[in-house]
């Protein structure tokens, strides 16, 4: 008996064009399902970086917005302002200390200032800058420090600052004008003018930026399709706020309609009351 | 016979491993698949890692920084009972130093509290003064600041650097650029306390490298709690519960240094601008003055529970705790919040000491004192017949008024006669029962903001008086109920017709009723208020802004967060 040599015998044409047909297809079909399986945990890589990205954003807002005398929101509800107290004196040596607190009466409020003074009856007048209180002889009234320094009250536009005093004696002053005009008229508005926190949330591009005192903070280093709405709501007696961060899914894909469906099941939120709003309340 | 020769040899089948290279292939897929999953998974894990054990661990700081500031607050409150003594118990001691001026203070640390026992806070109070005139130099406000502390469970590194030396690229090394993102905000502890390193205390005392058992978070707080001094911020304030006015009654408000407005004593009735079976009120909108509309919405109720009954109009903001008020459902001019908790602590019986003491029948007794903190004091063992308090003062041109301060150590059944100029403080330790008429408050409202009279200079220039520091009629008699302290008693204050009531209420643990078609020209801080007959309730604002001359409670006046 003779056994069969098979290394001996060749491939016919059609043979190996079957075979290399086949293999093909089988590479192909692996190389398909390596690229889907590569996107599939690129995109659940993507949706896990995008969750911090957002939890970071909400925490950084709702931190600020609870240590805050005022918060305002734009129309569009994507720009967030906070006034925040200025609780650390910069003494240039980059490790700040902690300020000490003083008080001041607003109305029948005791509250407690750190670095900034309260100046109570102050006349505000709609589209004017011009600001005034009543008289040099009471104990509140506009100081020459004030000029430079930031001013927030109700009526006053976020991020308004002293530019100049005037009619003053012994450096206690009656008038004052203001960087913005006030959108309100007030005669007995209450107004804090000192070294204030300026916190600004805002949307560069895609992408949620927090400014400190014009300082671009890095709270979310790639957070590009993120996108915050906030609702400032005030109370009675108090004022809060809800946020919402939502990104839109690598994988989605379809309409606007489907989209916005796939957007809002990312969404992250979160509301937070404004601590400072009750204080000295009775 | 078999051949064995080559040429005949049986051919056996070479197996030369062809078919490997797709094993090959198909293993190098499997691994390189098994990478990126991994690689996926360990992102993944590290991600979840921070948003749940970090996160969990950030949120827990703050509500144990916070738990310490209420630690705190609670037992700042201890103050205001002269027979508690602060700060000595419960683990409370002298913090140490440096100590802030003028101090004292004090510290308390709380731990293995929260899940797993993974919680602690360390609370820190310092008592200071205020020199600013604010508030009477005499009482001390205090900071409180609380540190809260998370350990972290899980994976000990989440993301972040825990290089805390020189070299590092993240806190001490270079506190100009702390890091970014989770560095930045959460600034995890893993193996050395960043802020002992950066900053010490807070203040740049006692810096050095500590080291931690755990990974953890911690984060800080500081309150401002300040005494409270005005407590009538509206018309009516109680804990428990508030049966309104009934159908035809009303809550408003006025103002006594509004010189448009009319007598209190003889109101006028005027219509108002809420929908509703009840449009009146005595001040409500007027078409010809619009004072009155500004001055007659402010007659502010507050519950602190979800209890709350109106049969009449309220002019004015409603808070409940809990409760369910709508402006659907109810008549109410102004805002309505349902998520206001409030306590209020019970209310100390004053040191009598120097007074003068007499019995509970009828007399007349002069008022010399010149000042809420100087006033003239008595001590009645009861009031059951007829009181009056003369001003002693009329004949000062320069200020003649009187205060006087009155401790009844029972209850109050019988007649008090405030004369006019005379600011009373009654204070009293057992139940009111009383009718309108009995509250005989003889003073005026001033019908402008008080001004300082003028020294003059004799005898060309005479001496102009100075107003009456208080503007509000009612405002000169004061009522305090003093908390009982037996367990389980109780106090109740009962206004029966005939008459209107003009005076003040302030009574922690008094269940305060009003029967009848009372007109009630006040403002009560109580436990409880039922006035459901046809009681119209009228507020002076200028109460807002006079001192009760006493410290009620303290209050949060400032919350910051220190971020470092």
């Known amino acids: 008996m003779k056994p069969v040599r098979l290394q001996d015998h060749g491939f016919t044409l059609i043979e190996m064009l079957l075979a290399v047909a086949i293999g093909s297809l089988m590479l192909a079909a692996i190389m398909a399902a390596s690229i889907c399986l590569q996107r599939s945990f690129s995109a659940v890589d993507s949706y896990f970086a995008s969750h911090v990205q957002q939890v970071r954003i909400i925490d950084y807002l709702s931190r600020d917005v609870r240590r805050s005398y005022i918060v305002t929101t734009s129309t569009d509800l994507q720009t967030v302002t906070c006034t925040i107290p200025n609780y650390l004196v910069d003494n240039g040596s980059n490790q700040p200390t902690r300020a000490t607190p003083t008080l001041a009466l607003v109305g029948n409020k005791v509250v407690a200032n750190y670095q900034a003074s309260t100046v109570n009856n102050v006349t505000i007048t709609q589209g004017s800058a011009a600001i005034s209180c009543p008289g040099l002889g009471l104990s509140s009234h506009f100081t020459s420090s004030n000029a430079g320094q930031s001013v927030v009250g109700t009526g006053i536009p976020a991020g308004t600052t002293i530019q100049s005093v005037s009619n003053c004696l012994l450096g206690n002053c009656s008038q004052a004008t203001m960087s913005n005009a006030a959108s309100t008229t007030n005669t007995s508005a209450t107004v804090t003018i000192g070294a204030l926190t300026n916190v600004i949330y805002s949307v560069v591009n895609q992408t949620i930026q927090r400014r400190e005192n014009g300082g671009l903070t890095n709270i979310a280093a790639s957070a590009d399709t993120l996108i915050p709405i906030t609702y400032d709501t005030e109370l009675l007696n108090t004022e809060f706020t809800q946020s919402t961060v939502t990104f839109q899914p690598e994988f989605a894909r379809g309409n606007q309609t489907f989209l916005d469906n796939e957007r809002a099941g990312t969404a992250v939120f979160s509301l937070t009351y404004l601590r400072n709003r009750r204080r000295g309340d009775g | ?564």
Not at chain 2, 432 to 442: A, T
């Open chain 2, 1 to 564: 016979m078999v051949d064995f020769t080559s040429a005949n040899e049986m051919k056996t089948q070479i197996h030369r491993g062809n078919n490997g290279n797709v094993l090959i292939c198909a293993l190098c897929t499997i691994v390189i698949i098994s990478l990126i999953g991994a690689n996926v998974l360990v992102n993944c894990t590290r991600h979840y890692n921070i948003t749940a054990k970090q996160l969990k661990g950030w949120k827990e700081a703050l509500y144990a920084a916070e738990a310490g500031g209420d630690a705190g607050f609670d037992e700042v409150r201890k103050a205001l009972n002269p027979s508690n003594l602060p700060f000595t118990t419960d683990g409370w001691a002298a913090a140490p130093s440096p100590a802030p001026t003028p101090g004292p203070a004090w510290t308390k640390t709380i731990s293995g509290f929260g899940e797993g026992g993974n919680l602690s806070t360390t609370v820190t109070i310092d008592k200071l003064t205020d020199n600013t005139g604010t508030i009477p130099a005499t009482a001390p406000f205090y900071r409180i600041r609380s540190t809260g502390t998370a350990r972290l469970f899980g994976l000990p590194r989440v993301g972040l650097s825990d290089k805390i030396f020189a070299s590092g690229p993240n806190f001490v090394a270079n506190s100009a650029s702390r890091g970014v993102g989770d560095t930045l905000l959460r600034k995890v502890d893993f193996k050395y306390d960043h802020f002992k390193a950066s900053y010490g205390d807070g203040d740049g005392h006692n810096l050095g490298l500590s080291s931690v058992a755990y990974p953890q978070i911690t984060r800080r707080i500081e309150l401002v709690a300040v005494p409270k001094y005005y407590v009538f911020g509206g018309a009516m304030r109680v804990v428990n519960l508030f049966d309104g006015p009934g159908s035809a009654g009303f809550v408003d408000s006025y103002s006594s240094t509004n010189p448009t407005n009319p007598n209190p004593s003889n109101p006028q009735i005027v219509n108002n601008d809420i929908p509703g079976p009840n449009i009146i009120s005595y001040y409500g909108s007027n078409p010809t003055n619009s004072t009155y509309l500004a001055d007659a919405h402010d007659g502010d109720v507050s519950v602190g529970t979800k209890d709350f009954a109106e049969g009449g109009p309220i002019w004015g903001d409603v808070a409940t705790n809990g409760g369910n008020v709508t402006h659907s459902g109810y008549q109410i001019s102004g805002t309505i919040d349902n998520n206001v908790p409030f306590t209020l602590p019970p209310l100390a019986a004053p040191d009598t000491t120097g007074f003068t003491a007499a019995n509970s029948g009828t007399a007349t007794d002069t008022a010399y004192g010149t000042s809420d903190s100087s006033p003239t004091g008595f001590v009645y063992s009861g009031i059951t017949g007829s009181k009056t308090i003369k001003n002693g003062n009329t004949s000062n041109s320069s200020f003649p008024y009187a205060y006087a301060k009155i401790v009844v150590n029972g209850d109050i059944t019988g007649q008090i006669t405030v004369e006019k100029g005379v600011t009373a403080e009654i204070w009293f330790t057992g139940n009111m029962k009383v009718r309108g008429v009995n509250l005989d408050n003889q003073n005026v409202d001033l019908g402008r903001p008080p001004q300082p009279g003028n020294a003059g200079i004799p005898p060309l220039i005479p001496t102009t008086p100075a107003d009456d520091p208080n503007p509000s009629r009612v405002g000169h008699m004061k009522f305090f109920g003093i908390s009982p302290t037996a367990p389980g008693a109780t106090q109740t204050i009962e206004i029966d017709s005939p008459g209107n009531v003009f005076a003040t209420f302030y009574a922690p643990s008094a269940d305060i009723t009003v029967v009848g078609n009372r007109d009630i020209f006040s403002a009560i801080v109580g436990h409880s208020f039922s006035g459901n007959g046809n009681t119209g309730f009228h507020y002076d604002k200028a109460l807002n802004h006079v001192e009760i001359g006493v410290v009620t409670d303290y209050q949060i006046a400032s919350y910051v967060e220190d971020v470092r």
